[in-house]
């Protein structure tokens, strides 16, 4: 009788190795899923990088506002009778500047 129950605990043992550890087991299952759901969310952030993408094509074949623009902040190009004005720095406040105004006088007491 003990062998019989040995040799059913070492089937029973047999048979949970593929459903674990097999070719289609609960392990290899739930990494798959991972990889799968990491796939997803890369391609969603693909599909918004070339709507992005897509939209400013359009632009620049429509409109001259992108064009225009590009070529002012990439190529610092300007119109035609138009003053370009460049601020490289600002200049430090003077101390008395910064300082804070001077008290007023307090009024005379009332007689």
């Known amino acids: 009788m003990r062998l019989i129950t040995l040799a059913l605990a070492a089937l029973l043992i047999l048979i ?15 990494d798959l899923e991972a990889q799968v759901e990491e796939a997803h969310q890369k391609n969603e952030q ?3 990088r070339n709507a992005k993408l897509d939209s400013e094509v359009r632009d620049l ?3 001259t506002g992108a064009v225009e623009e590009r070529a002012r902040y ?6 035609q009778d138009e003053v370009f ?9 003077t101390p008395a500047a910064s300082a804070a ?11």
């Not at 593929?18 to 609960?26: C, D």
């Open 61 to 63: 074949k429509d409109g």
């Open 74 to 79: 990439e190529l610092g190009m300007i119109k």
């Open 101 to 111: 105004p001077a008290a007023a006088p307090a009024p005379a007491p009332a007689q």
């Open 85 to 93: 004005i460049q601020v490289v720095g600002g200049m430090p406040a």
């Open 16 to 30: 949970q190795y593929p459903l674990w550890l097999g070719k289609g087991g609960w392990l290899r299952v739930f």
């Open 46 to 48: 693909l599909k918004a």
